[in-house]
């Protein structure tokens, strides 16, 4: 199979916007197809998403396509607020509600995240009846015990990161109804430590393909700083800033930083990162 364009799916609220850009910038630069990005959230003004196209108009060939779709509120309003995570990252739960029906497979990414390096092969995987290709979560043995144990998964069981997914949406909407993915959470919700990810875990278990989290979900957070830590950096196709503080703070201090700055200031310019640099002193 070979793919003219990919699709991909975020979801984010106005302070995700900026780290979103350098984002898909990074994606574009080593991906040189038409990338068509939807973004699901509940209350971005007409103002921020104009002004969030306009930084995509001088591109190469305008590359890429934004469409922005708003979500109810309402939907999610039997859902308890988790201090960790935005509400927004329960969005894709309601995927087969809100993307068009001709979206037959697309890539989710999380705004975190930067791509190192071409993943056309990943994205051209042929459908085989699987509803997700994923990569496993890096997290320690003792938390991955505690996190299966509080959703019912056995001991036993693969549990997926699900900042990237390549989700073949054909698949999912025959097994699912389109409200199925958000009941679940709703019911579970009180015993989950990622609920949005561990609502997919639950659903998506038995039809999945499994990918290098080396290569395609390198989760920064569950890397030390020795040279090993840096040889895999530099293979990884995929970052994934899966910490507390994030690369466009300017108290961070993780790995990769100037991987990630590398493309901040390719997409903005040094005008704009000196402003990004005071205003966040």
Known sequence: ??????????????????????????LAYHNRVKISVYILHFDISLHAQVKFREKFINWEKQLIKIRFIQAEKDDFAEIGADPRYRQ????????QKLLPENVSRILWLDADIIVNGNIQSFYEYPDKGQYAIVCEDMFPDNEKRDVLRRIGMRQNERYFNSGVMLLYLNNIR??????????????NFHRMIYPDQSVLNICLKHHLIWCS??????????LD????????IKAAKILHYN?????????????????????????????????RFWKTR
């Open 213 to 222: 989290s080396e290569i395609y979900n390198l989760q920064l957070l569950r």
């Open 243 to 275: 910490t507390k503080e994030k690369p466009w703070n300017r108290n961070y201090d993780g790995m990769a930083k100037m991987q990630y700055w590398r493309y901040y200031f390719h997409l903005l310019g040094i005008r704009r990162c000196m402003e």
């Open 1 to 26: 199979m070979k793919c003219r364009k990919m699709n991909v799916l975020v979801a984010v609220n106005e302070n995700y916007l900026e780290p979103l850009s350098v984002m898909l910038y990074s």
């Open 174 to 187: 025959e097994a699912f109804e389109e409200t199925y993915f958000l009941s679940v959470l709703k019911k």
């Open 88 to 95: 927004e990252a329960n969005l894709r739960l309601q995927m």
């Open 225 to 232: 700083g020795s040279s090993k830590g840096r040889r895999k």
